[in-house]
C-alpha cells in the first residue's frame, strides 16, 4: 500500500500566540516567499491571528515587515492608564487600516482567528463575520484588554485554550499542517518567592501544558527562541524577524517533502472537537 499521497496534499499553516515575539512570524514568511510555497488555508492565535489574517490576504512579509517596524505601543493599547485594561480599538484599526472594513469570509486564502469565549470558555474558531473584530478577540489578552463583544459572545485571548492552533486546519480538511511557535521558551522557572514572580512562573506552567496540543498535531513545528525579547515591547524586531527566517529555513527540506507528498499522513484523533465552536 503506498503510503504517501497521491493528489497534491491540502497544506494549513497554524500561527502560535507569544505577543510582540509575533514579529518573529515575518521572518517565517520571509522564507515561505522565498521558496514559493503557497499555504490552503490558515489560522492563527493572538499575535499569530494578525500576522496570519495578512498573510491569507495576500500581504507580503516586507509589508508586514514596514508595518511592524512603524508600530508603537501606544497605537495597540490605547489606555494610558497603567492598571486598567485597554479596549481593542487600537488593534481593529491596525486591521482596518491595513487590510480594510472586511469579513474574515473576504480573505483570498480560508482563515480562522482563534478566541475563547468567556462566557462559556469555550474555544471559538471563527471563519465568518468581522475580521477587525474577530482579531481583536482573538489577541484579547485577559487584564491587559477588555474583553470583544462578538454577537452575543465576550472573547479574549485564543492562547487561554489553544495557543498554538495546529489542530483547527485539520478540520477544514487539510492532509498537513505546519506550526510556528514564536514563544518556544515560555516555560522558565523562578528561585523567587515573590508573589508576582511565583503567579508569572505559574501562568507560564500552564502555557506550557496548552502548547502540547499544538506540537502533537504539527508535521512540522518551526520553535522560535525569543525569550530574549520581551512579549511587551516592540524592541528587536530586526533581531526577530531574522530568527523566525532562519529557523524556517533550516527545517524547509522536510516542508518542502511534505509539499511533495512524500510524507507519512498522520493519523490523529480529534482533540476535543465537542469543545470547539465553529463560527
Excluded at 493519523?267 to 463560527?279: G, Q, V
Aim: net charge positive.
Amino acid at each position: 500500500m503506498n503510503i504517501f499521497l497521491k493528489k497534491k496534499p491540502k497544506i494549513g499553516l497554524a500561527f502560535g500566540g507569544g505577543g510582540a515575539r509575533g514579529m518573529s512570524h515575518i521572518g517565517v514568511l520571509k522564507a515561505f516567499e522565498e521558496y514559493g510555497l503557497k499555504f490552503d488555508y490558515v489560522c492563527g492565535t493572538s499575535v499569530g491571528s494578525i500576522i496570519g489574517a495578512a498573510y491569507a490576504s495576500g500581504k507580503k512579509w516586507d509589508e508586514l515587515y514596514d508595518i511592524a517596524k512603524s508600530l508603537k505601543v501606544k497605537d495597540i493599547r490605547t489606555n494610558k492608564v497603567f492598571f486598567m485594561p485597554s479596549k481593542t480599538d487600537g488593534i481593529e484599526s491596525l486591521m482596518t487600516d491595513t487590510l480594510g472594513d472586511i469579513n474574515v469570509e473576504d480573505l483570498k486564502t480560508p482563515f480562522s482567528a482563534v478566541a475563547v469565549d468567556i462566557k462559556t470558555t469555550k474555544e471559538v474558531c471563527i471563519s465568518h463575520g468581522n475580521l477587525s473584530k474577530a482579531v481583536a478577540g482573538s489577541c484579547c489578552v485577559p487584564g491587559i484588554f477588555q474583553p470583544v463583544e462578538f454577537g452575543d459572545r465576550l472573547l479574549c485571548d485564543g492562547g487561554l485554550q489553544n495557543t498554538i492552533p495546529a489542530n483547527i486546519p485539520r478540520y477544514f480538511g487539510c492532509d498537513f499542517v505546519i506550526a510556528v511557535d514564536c514563544n518556544s521558551t515560555r516555560t522558565y522557572g523562578t528561585d523567587s518567592t515573590k508573589v508576582l514572580d511565583v503567579l508569572g512562573c505559574t501562568i507560564r506552567t500552564l502555557m506550557k501544558s496548552n502548547a502540547v496540543k499544538g506540537y502533537l498535531c504539527a508535521d512540522v513545528m518551526i520553535a522560535t527562541d525569543n525569550k530574549r525579547f520581551k512579549s511587551t515591547e516592540l524592541k528587536g524586531i530586526d533581531e526577530m524577524v531574522e530568527e523566525g527566517y532562519r529557523n524556517a529555513i533550516d527545517l524547509m527540506p522536510q516542508i518542502i517533502k511534505i509539499f511533495q507528498g512524500r510524507v507519512r499522513k498522520k493519523k490523529l484523533k480529534d482533540f476535543d472537537k465537542d469543545e470547539i465552536e465553529f463560527i
